[in-house]
């Protein structure tokens, strides 16, 4: 099948563009044109992907504080939201622009232009995020641009960028160490290895004993491994025809639970690690596989992704307790200590009963698969310069839960099994979703003046299938569920040039989120709108932005308190409103960069929920985990090599149930800084230290019970640049 997609796709190429490789095949456009979102055509002359306040990190942004969790790294960004939740990275919660920040589901991650979660029609919140060691880069999009993109489009998506082969020689070496018992190792290079060929390869290795502290043992530490490998070759000597070959994979074991603590032990014993979570442990393995073929010439180009992603994980942690009043779960017992006080003292392991800790194996294996053909094509009309892009997008994944409890007994301070469970007891199905996406955009440039306009459709058919619990050979009757989605999507956007230096610009766009299998629930839509100004050149932009949902999607799953069943459902109407500022300026050896983040996001529709983190609303009740205010302040100094860096983040009060009248989660200060050095352009030391003043305020109250920020980080990293 592979074969055929790529001869068509060849075919389909030499029609196109026959006409224009004869006469442009001079041209050899860099390859990451082909796999970015926002970057421009220089060899075309202007910016052809206007999206009005994108967002791109740098590789020198991405790794100047050393830091390995992507929270960290894009929680200071405007109009970009984060809730940390291992302290490691190991898991991303990212929000934008007043979507909510659970298990970025509300968001499309991409990898080189290509979706990169592990299920994200039928399971857009499964657990796996790409380690962010390896990107060169990440784009941020927001506003109409993420038509591009999809499925999710109200808030926007970010596409993180691996290294592009450039055909020179490159191998870095580093290492890491730090408290806690961090460690980190990596190889990240380039060999070229014929006239038109070369590989390119990352391995990253990293690890840490824990911040916890679990009964006097050091609890919530992790293993990483992470790589890929990209084979790359050209068909000619102009680079028209170019092929690569990457695969990756990765492999993680960690002692990381959903259980957390009561609001005091949150506040007066950060660093708690509870005794029902010594067992707790992800076990998860993913292997990459993607073949892409790119046809460059002067006007455009055409490429064709062809991919697979596997994960397996099982995570294997505490679900419930029975104390003698029945199985209760850890969220209901974190809820209400006093109503389960007997629980609770044993979840602490201080009770002498014979309580009984139910731990669930949340076996899963998630499989994404499709083919991706996108092309883009510029011409001159008269005095108008005209952009022409489109996409199709072929898509499967599935989710397949093969689920069961064990049971324990705490024996001589440790959890000993008092019987197994049987597979598929709690949880044997399997969601899966097909989908087909195409998108056309078209850009027009005269003068001054930009307009650009595009529709994205989605069509999308998503099922369960339900097998018996007993039926672990699933050999017997299923229940099965189908919910279809065909949706429009359009978006329009126009920019002016004022000056050299000046640009505002607008747009419009259709916000969507995909309704699962459960027949009835409708998808979530919304308005976006956004204006602003901003200069070319250097980080100056102002811009506000509004989004006005007809219904929000809510979740009934763990990781937000709910009972775990997964499936979506309708709930009001809202509106998510603010503005986002970004200032930076560059004095002698000092550059000084301001950004800040305004957001008022509320229901504007009275409704009962039985989703946790909403309950019954009434108007103007705020959307959880969105602060009102958030900012950054960053200084950097540089001078005869070294770089001293200071960062400070700040974040607004929180709320982790939208009806409830308290801001039970604070406002924070935390304050991040770096100093670096190259000797000889070959040697670095970096020293980092994150939350240099270990303000270890509260961040969730989800999935069960109160956490807290990770702890001051102190590491400490030699590189080498071998070639």
Known sequence: MREIFIICSLLTTSVLFAEESVKK???????????????????????????????LLTSDDLRKFHQADGNQMLQSLPGVYTQQEDGWGL????????????????????????????????SPSAYYTPPF?????????????????????????????????????????????????????????????????????????????????????????????????????????????????MIGGTDELSNQTYLGTTFNDAQNNPEVMYFGAKNDTMDLSRWL?????????????????????????????????????????????LMDPLKYSSELIAVKGEGIGDAIFNIKANNRVYTSRGIQFRGQYTHDLKSLKVTHEAGLRLHFDSEDRFQWSDEYIKS???????????????????????????????????????????????????????????????????????????????????????SQSWIVFGGLHKGFSPAGSKPGVLPEESLNAEAGIKHHSIPLQFTVFRSIYSRLLGSDAAASGGTGE????????????????????????????????????????????????????????????????????????????????????????????????????????????AIGKWFKKKYQCTLAVQNLFNTQHIIAARPAGYRTYTPRMLMLKFGYQIL
């Open 566 to 673: 997964g499936s979506l459902y309708n709930g009001g109407a809202a509106i998510a409103e603010g503005f986002e500022i970004r200032l930076g300026q560059k004095i002698k050896n000092f550059t000084v960069e301001l950004s800040g983040t305004y957001t008022s996001a509320y229901f504007t529709e009275s409704f009962k929920s039985e989703f946790e983190e909403w309950g019954d609303i009434e108007v103007g009740d705020v959307l959880p985990y969105i602060p009102l205010i958030q900012g950054m302040l960053k200084i950097d100094y540089q001078i005869k090599g070294w770089q001293l860096s200071s960062q400070t983040v700040y974040g607004g009060e929180r709320k982790s149930v939208s009806s409830q009248d308290h801001w039970d989660l604070p406002a924070s200060w935390v304050q991040n800084i």
């Open 25 to 55: 095949d001079s041209i050899a456009p860099v390859e990451i044109e082909s796999v970015t979102i926002l970057a421009p055509r220089k060899d075309v002359g202007h910016i052809v992907h206007l999206s009005g306040s994108e967002i």
């Open 133 to 245: 060691w390896k990107f060169q880069s990440i784009e941020i999009l927001k506003g109409s641009a993420q038509l591009l993109a999809g499925p999710q489009t109200t808030g926007g998506a970010i596409n993180m960028l691996t290294p592009v082969l450039d055909e020179k020689n490159d191998l870095l070496v580093n290492y890491s160490y730090g408290n806690y018992g961090q460690n980190r190792f990596g190889v990240l290079g380039e060999l070229k290895v014929a006239k038109r060929t070369s590989i390119g390869f990352g391995l990253n290795r990293s690890g840490a004993l824990g911040f916890k502290n679990t009964g006097g043992q050091v609890g919530g530490g992790y293993r990483l491994t992470d790589g890929y490998l990209k084979l790359g070759h050209h068909l000619d000597n102009k680079d028209i025809h170019h092929l690569e070959l």
């Open 412 to 498: 001589n301070n440790e959890l000993e099994l008092k019987s197994k469970g049987i597979p598929g007891v709690a949880g044997n199905r399997i969601d899966e979703a097909s989908a087909r996406s195409v998108y056309y955009r078209n850009t027009w440039r005269s003068g001054a003046w930009t307009l650009q306009g595009g529709i994205r459709l989605e069509h999308i058919i998503a099922q369960r299938i339900d097998f018996a619990t007993t039926d672990i050979n699933r050999e017997g009757d299923i229940k099965l569920r189908q919910n279809e989605t065909l949706e429009w999507l359009p978006g329009f956007s126009v920019n002016r040039t004022l």
């Open 289 to 333: 596989t993607r073949f892409s073929y790119t046809y460059n010439i002067k006007p455009g180009w055409f490429r064709i992704d062809v991919y697979q992603q596997n994960v397996s994980r099982n995570w294997y942690k505490l679900d419930k307790i029975n104390a003698g009043n029945g199985s209760v779960g850890i969220a209901s017992i």
């Open 91 to 122: 898991r991303l919660n990212v929000g934008l622009r007043g979507t909510g920040v659970l298990r970025s589901s509300r968001v499309t991650l991409m990898e080189d232009g290509v979706l990169a979660s592990p299920a994200p029609y039928s």
